[in-house]
C-alpha cells in the first residue's frame, strides 16, 4: 500500500478524534493531497470504522484470493453445451455447470462473444461467407432497384417479432 495513502488513514484518525464530520475531513484531506486525496466513498468508510474505534489503519489481512467460476474449464463446459442446444436460458446453463447466473452471462458474452438473439445464443460476429452473402443481396437489390423504379412500392416490412 503506497505510503500516501497510510498518511491521509493516519490524518483521518486524527480528524475523526478531533470530532470533525466525515464531509469536514473530506474537505481538508482534499485541500492537503489535492487529486491523490482518497476517493469520497473511502473517506467516509474509514472515517467510519475509526468512529466506530478502529485503531489500525492497515487494511485487514485477507485469507485468499477471491473465488472465480470463470474458468477454462467452465468456459469449455458452456460453449459445449450452448452449441449443442442453443435454445437454453441462461438459467438452465448455470444449473447445469452450477455456477452463478451472471458468471454465465459473463462467460456468453466476453469470452465466447455470444448474444441472445430471438431466444437462441448465436456467435456475435459474421463468418466471412455470411458476410459475403449480406453483402451479394444488398447488390442484388441496388441493382433492382436500378432497373425498377417502382420496387420500394412492393416493399413490405416487419420487425423481428
Not at 435454445?87 to 455456477?99: D, H, K, P, T
Request: aromatic fraction near 4%.
Amino acid at each position: 500500500m503506497p505510503d500516501e495513502e497510510i498518511e491521509q488513514r493516519i490524518n483521518l484518525k486524527f480528524l475523526v478524534k478531533l470530532g470533525k464530520s466525515a464531509t469536514e475531513s473530506f474537505n481538508l484531506l482534499t485541500e492537503v493531497y489535492g487529486d491523490s486525496v482518497l476517493s469520497r466513498p473511502r473517506v467516509f468508510e474509514w472515517y467510519k470504522r475509526f468512529r466506530e474505534g478502529r485503531e489500525e489503519i492497515e487494511d485487514n489481512q485477507r485469507v485468499s484470493r477471491p473465488y472465480s467460476s470463470k474458468t477454462n474449464d467452465n468456459i469449455s463446459k458452456i460453449n459445449e453445451i450452448v452449441r449443442k442446444d442453443r435454445c437454453l436460458s441462461i438459467r438452465m446453463i448455470a444449473e447445469m455447470v452450477n455456477i452463478d447466473k451472471e458468471t454465465v452471462r459473463q462467460i456468453l458474452h466476453d469470452e465466447l462473444n455470444m448474444t441472445k438473439v430471438c431466444t437462441k445464443m448465436v456467435p456475435k460476429n459474421l463468418t466471412l461467407e455470411q458476410k459475403d452473402g449480406r453483402r451479394q443481396i444488398c447488390v442484388d437489390i441496388l441493382e433492382r432497384m436500378e432497373n425498377e423504379r417502382d420496387l420500394l412500392k412492393k416493399v413490405i416490412t416487419c420487425d423481428e417479432t
